[in-house]
């Protein structure tokens, strides 16, 4: 004999939401696909969840539990979506080149990469320095 789930429905005045019986939660579909852009999304932030819900604007908890179940009301769900796309978007454009050049790097970078150049630019003095070849040691020998 099969079980037989009933379903009731709960009025909240402006919307109506599927009950599954024995549960005080609306029935909701699994959505792989949104569910695997919000891994990626996490996977970006290096695995921090709080840190992806935070860049995309959704609250901490509806995106922990979306993550752990897949599931969320559509209105969620739909706004999750935009989201995901939005950011996506984002980091799409900043990885593309502009006109064929490397992304620029930031400041930070830059700041770095000069006090190098500056730090191996003096050691090449220095070893030109060091070793070149003395013309006025070697004009004084001839002389004396």
Request: glycine share 6%; proline share 4%.
């Amino acid at each position: 004999m099969a079980a037989i789930r009933v379903a009731f429905w709960i009025d909240f005045g402006y919307i109506k939401l599927p009950l599954v019986a024995g549960s005080n939660m609306p029935r909701c579909s699994l959505d792989e696909d949104l569910l695997q852009r919000a891994r990626a999304v996490v996977a970006m932030e290096g695995g921090n969840a709080a840190a992806a819900s935070l860049a995309l604007g959704i609250n901490r908890t509806k995106f922990w539990r979306f993550l752990r179940s897949g599931r969320a009301l559509s209105t969620t769900r739909a706004d999750m979506a935009r989201r995901l796309d939005e950011h996506l978007a984002k980091t799409e454009t900043k990885k593309q080149p502009r006109d064929g050049l490397a992304p620029r790097p930031s400041s930070d970078d830059l700041h770095q990469l000069r006090a190098f150049c500056l730090t191996v630019m003096t050691l090449i003095d220095f070893y030109d320095a060091a070793h070149a070849p003395k013309a006025e040691s070697a004009a004084g020998a001839t002389s004396s």
